[in-house]
């Protein structure tokens, strides 16, 4: 089992930035994918950002050069930074765990950017 917990979320205005951070515990294997996805009212669930553990990064077009996702494998611990965010960025953010066997989500944080 592996629990995962988000933090971070919040609102925030059109233009600005926030961090959010996905703590893993429990049955951590090193061989591991993590990632944020999010799902805002009446869309489908979507990738954000993938961190693989060899540290191959994807994003989404709609995010790229002004999102960075990062890790810390000391803290199980994957961070989302958010910069000039957009009212279309509202959404409830959610941490991914996978490896070749199985997945976990986390519950979910909201972000909410106000134009």
């Known amino acids: 089992q592996v629990q995962l917990v988000e933090s971070g979320g919040g609102l925030v205005q059109a233009g600005g930035s926030l961090r959010l951070s996905c703590a893993a515990s429990?049955?951590?294997?090193?061989?591991?994918?993590m990632g944020w996805y999010r799902q805002a009212p009446g869309k489908e669930r979507e990738l954000v950002a993938l961190?693989?553990?060899?540290?191959?990064?994807n994003y989404a077009d709609s995010v790229k050069g002004r999102f960075t996702i990062s890790r810390d494998n000391a803290k199980n611990t994957v961070y989302l930074q958010m910069n000039s965010l957009k009212p279309e960025d509202t959404a409830v953010y959610y941490c991914?765990?996978?490896?070749?066997?199985?997945?976990?989500w986390g519950q979910g944080t909201q972000v909410t950017v106000s134009s």
């Open positions: 429990g049955n951590i294997l090193w061989a591991n994918n």
């Open positions: 961190l693989t553990s060899i540290g191959r990064i």
């Open positions: 991914k765990y996978a490896t070749t066997m199985t997945s976990y």
